[in-house]
C-alpha cells in the first residue's frame, strides 16, 4: 500500500490478494466509488455511474425498467431495421472496414433506439459519431481545462452532444400528443419515468449520455470479432 498521483489527484495504490479483497468488499462502507474529476466533468455527476448511495440505487432501479422484458421486445424491430440498412449498404463495397462500420452501426443503433432519432442522413450521424468519439478518447485526461488539451475538447463534444439531446428531448415535448408506440425509445420511456419521478432535465440529459457511453463501444468491439468470425468461417 503506497501512495501517488493519477491524473493530477492523491490516489492510494493497494497491492496483493488480501488488500484489495478488503477494498472490494469494503464499498460503501470502507471506502466508495470514484471516478477521476476529468470523467466526472465530462459525463457529468447526475447519472448513474457517478452517483453513491441511495441515488445511485434509486436511479439505476428506475432505468433498469428501460431494459425490461418488454422494453427490449419494444426495441427489437427498430434495432433490425437499422441492421439490415448498414449491412446492405456494405454489401455494396468491395471491402469493407470492419472496426469503422461496426463503431458507426453500433452508435446508430444506440442512437435510435436509446434517443429516438430517426430522421438522420449518413453524413451527420457519422459527424456525431466522430463528436462522441473526441469525448470517449477525452474521459481520463489532465483535470486542466486549456485549449487543444484532452479536457477541453472532452467538454466541447459533451457541450454538442447535450445540445442535441436537448433538442430531442424538447421535440419530444411538443410532439408528445403524437408519438405512437410504434417507434418507442428509451428516451421517451425517460421522459414518462421523469413525470412520475420528477427528474430534471439535466438529469435526463445526463442519463441519455451515460446510455450512449455504456451500450457502444463494448458492442462495436463485439460486432467487430463477430464479423472477424464470419470472414473466417464464410462458408
Sequence with gaps: VYKTHILGRPTVRVVGAHNIRKVIMGENTLVTSFWPASVRLVLGTQNISMSTGERHQYLRKKASRLFSHHALSSYAPLMQTTVRDHVGRWSKDQVVKGMEESRL???????????????????????????????????????????????????????????????????????????????????????????????????????????????????????????????????
Excluded at 452508435?107 to 449518413?122: I, K, T
Excluded at 425517460?190 to 458492442?219: A, I, N, P, W, Y
Design 105 to 235: 452501426l453500433t452508435f446508430s443503433v444506440a442512437c435510435r433506439v436509446l434517443l429516438g432519432l430517426h430522421d438522420v442522413g449518413l453524413s451527420e450521424m457519422k459527424s456525431l459519431l466522430d463528436v462522441f468519439e473526441t469525448l470517449m478518447d477525452s474521459l481520463f485526461s489532465l483535470p486542466v481545462n486549456v485549449p487543444g488539451l484532452g479536457l477541453s475538447k472532452g467538454l466541447w463534444a459533451r457541450k454538442i452532444l447535450m445540445e442535441k439531446i436537448a433538442e430531442l428531448i424538447h421535440a419530444k415535448e411538443k410532439l408528445a400528443a403524437e408519438m405512437t408506440p410504434s417507434q418507442p425509445d428509451a428516451l421517451l420511456l425517460m421522459m414518462q419515468l421523469s413525470q412520475e419521478q420528477r427528474l430534471s432535465h439535466e438529469d435526463l440529459k445526463e442519463l441519455c449520455l451515460e446510455l450512449l457511453f455504456t451500450g457502444h463501444v463494448s458492442l462495436a468491439s463485439t460486432s467487430t470479432s463477430l464479423l472477424y468470425l464470419l470472414a473466417r468461417n464464410n462458408r
